[in-house]
């Protein structure tokens, strides 16, 4: 089992830059593929990004690719998502997510999830 704290969300201007940052616990971190999602109100939850256990492989959603890199360090526990270029439509609570395998193409199918961060983009 993984637990996952997301931080590194704030206010931002159209155009602007994020780095996400999320804190994974347990011994088995190198085993989980992490993928990010984020929410908005009366929406439905919406992937982002995701990466396997090593790094080697990641995976965007058309909306962000470009402007996103995901990326990990396995020795510290943790996975990033670098936003550039950031608009007003990426506004949404964005959450860390982990699964056991490595079927980072599926965005369903992850068990374990952080709470989320708030990302406000400004027009």
């Known amino acids: 089992q993984v637990q996952l704290v997301e931080s590194g969300g704030g206010l931002v201007q159209a155009g602007g830059s994020l780095r996400l940052s999320c804190a994974a616990s347990g011994r088995t971190f190198s085993s989980y593929a992490m993928g990010w999602f984020r929410r908005t109100p009366g929406k439905e939850r919406e992937f982002v990004a995701a990466i396997n256990w090593r790094g080697g492989r990641v995976y965007y959603a058309d909306s962000v690719k470009g402007r996103f890199t995901i990326s990990r360090d396995n020795a510290k526990n943790m996975v990033y998502l670098q936003m550039n270029s950031l608009k007003p439509g990426d506004t949404a609570v964005y959450y860390c997510?982990?699964?056991?395998?490595?079927?980072?193409?599926?965005?369903?199918?992850?068990?374990?999830w952080g709470q989320g961060t708030q990302v406000t983009v400004s027009s």
């Open positions: 997510a982990a699964r056991p395998d490595d079927a980072i193409n599926y965005v369903v199918g992850y068990p374990y």
